[in-house]
Structures are given as C-alpha cells and as structure tokens.
C-alpha cells in the first residue's frame, strides 16, 4: 500500500512506502486482533454535536453547518497496542491513559491503515495505546472538516471512558497543527501532554529557513495562488479563484497557531530538525508558548535530517534518539 506521493510529508511516506503492504496489514475487526509487531482494534467514530463555540472562532458558522450535513457520517479509527505494551485493563476498549495521534499529510493525503507503523513506534515508545482517525481530507473535505473530524475523534475517546487528564496529543506535521487547533477549539482541555514532531505552525511560509533550507528538505514553500497547492485545495473550492478573505485567513490561529493565545498549554515537547524549511517558524512557535506558560515546554532540535525524520528509522540515525525521547517525555509526568 503506497500513499500518494506530496512533499508536504515525504519523510513519513518513505517508511510507510519501506514498510506498508495490504497483505503485512490486514483489515480489522472491531475487537483486538493480532498484526505485526502488535495488536490491533478497529472503531467506528459517529458524529457529536458541537458545545458551545468559542466566540473568537471565526469558523463557527462553517463547523455548524459541516455538523448537520455530517449527521450519519461515520469515521473509521483504529486503536494499536505494540508488543510488549501491557493491555492494563480488562475493557477492550481503553487503557489508563491513552494518545491520540492526528496524522500528517497536508490535509490531503493520509489514512489511519497508512499510519499503523507510525502508531506501532508511538505505542512501542511510550508504552501507551495509540488511536488514529481518518479525518476527512481535501479538496474533497474543505477545512473546517478535518477540525470537526478532530472534535468528534475526542468526543469519543471521552465516550470510551477516557477523561482530557488522560489523554495525550500527538501530531507530526498537519496533524500537529490540527491537534493544536483542537486543543483551542476545545477550549484549552487540560490534556496529559501535547506531543508536536516538526509541526506545521504557519502557513505562511515568510520565515528565512524556508529558503536556506530549501535545497536540503522536501516541502515546497505553500502558495495558495497555486492550483496544486495543499492550502489552496483545503480553503479554495476547486475551480474557484482566491479571494482577498481566504488569503486574510492565512494568518487565522486555527491554521497558523503561531499567531493563537498559546497560554494553559499541557507539558508539550516539540521536535524539529535544523535542515526542515518549517525549523524557523517551529522555533519561534516554542519561544511564544515558552512566554506563555509556566509549564514545561520542551524542544528538541535535532541537526540535519528532514521534515517528520523521526519515523524514517531506516534512513535517519537520529530518527531512534527523537523516538526514545518521546517515551521520557511521557514517563518523567509519571504515568
């Protein structure tokens, strides 16, 4: 199984490409099954219906009617536990804590079948259950979808038993900007910890590394005048031009949460490597939440490498350090 290839996300697309086959992963079923290097469940996430909305969401009207068109939409999920990851409880469903990942992509490429070795290296490392979604992507989906996907995903974790002290955000790339999006959207949960690996947290692409680091990563400066461009297909409906709002929307917290109230984040740690074009604006974002908070704000840089290098084991040495540091991350929180 191959994702389509884009450049937002090559680094996770070469191990999935290494490492991904229909017949190495198989379908699941709804109850733990065993698959290579772990076990595995499949879920079915239904829609919820939104809260209350923060009043400074300028999507709100967007994610109301996204909401009533969804109503018997299902989305498929998937929980993976690693071998060796004590199953803790005797409920099928849910383990004491729990991480809930946001998959990268751009918005546009991605699914939770695609994302298992991902899911497996998270669980190996931390020890935790992992749980993946399909969020609707675009052009398809335009945003605010992937959002609403990502309320309805927590909604259920909670359904399942789970409280926001137990749960910890995962996201590598766009799923790190939509796991910061939700975060604000849910009006700032006190989560168990936050975990962003080279997180897209501006999309304006202005900063300098994205033109001193352009020979050495694989991510092309976004563009929305692009027809090809990710943004463009996530905000633009398909054959319709820019207009001057979206390009204002560029700059709104929910895509670019540089610019968002970073205060009451939960213990996070940040990984970035010094040769990726986002290392500028992932930089800046980790001294803006650092100014903001009290709480542990941890950030890693890495040198060399590129973007979402950390699950590319079999081509980045320091691929295996971020990895490791994921878990003691976690286990310093004393879970």
């Known amino acids: 199984m191959y994702m389509m290839v884009h450049q937002a996300d090559a680094g996770v697309q070469l191990f999935i490409k290494l490492t991904n086959s229909e017949s190495q992963w198989p379908m699941l079923t709804e109850r733990l099954q065993r698959v290579p290097q772990g076990l595995a469940s499949r879920l079915v996430i239904p829609t919820y219906p939104l809260g209350p909305l923060p009043a400074s969401c300028v999507w709100a009207a967007e994610l109301q009617e996204i909401a009533r068109t969804s109503e018997g939409h299902e989305m498929h999920a998937e929980c993976i536990i690693a071998n060796g990851v004590p199953l803790t409880s005797t409920d099928e469903r849910r383990g004491p804590k729990a991480i809930l990942h946001f998959h990268g992509g751009a918005y546009v490429v991605g699914s939770v079948e695609q994302y298992r070795p991902v899911h497996l290296l998270l669980s190996h490392y931390t020890g935790l259950r992992v749980y993946g979604f399909a969020y609707r992507l675009a052009p398809h989906s335009l945003y605010p979808t992937q959002l609403y996907d990502a309320y309805c995903a927590f909604r259920h974790m909670l359904a399942l038993g789970y409280e926001a002290k137990d749960i910890v955000f995962t996201g590598d790339s766009a799923g790190g900007n939509l796991a910061l999006a939700l975060w604000q959207f849910l009006q700032k949960p006190q989560l168990f910890a936050m975990i962003l690996v080279s997180p897209r947290v501006d999309i304006a692409s202005t900063r300098r590394s994205w033109t001193t680091n352009a020979g050495a990563d694989i991510i092309r400066v976004y563009d929305i005048h692009d027809?090809?461009?990710?943004?463009?297909?996530?905000?633009?409906?398909?054959?319709?031009?820019?207009?001057?709002?979206?390009?204002?929307?560029?700059?709104?917290?929910?895509?670019?949460?540089?610019?968002?109230?970073?205060?009451?984040?939960?213990?996070t740690l940040v990984q970035a490597a010094t040769a990726e074009v986002m290392y500028d604006d992932i930089t800046e974002f980790v001294k803006r939440a650092r100014a903001q908070n009290t709480t542990d704000i941890r950030y890693e840089v890495f040198e060399g490498g590129f973007h979402d290098f950390q699950f590319v084991p079999l081509l980045i040495p320091n691929s295996v350090e971020a990895r490791v540091n994921i878990g003691k991350f976690l286990s310093e929180l004393h879970l």
């Open 227 to 267: 027809i090809n461009d990710p943004i463009r297909k996530l905000l633009v409906p398909q054959g319709l031009p820019v207009d001057q709002r979206t390009v204002g929307l560029l700059e709104d917290p929910y895509l670019s949460s540089i610019n968002s109230d970073l205060s009451g984040l939960p213990p």
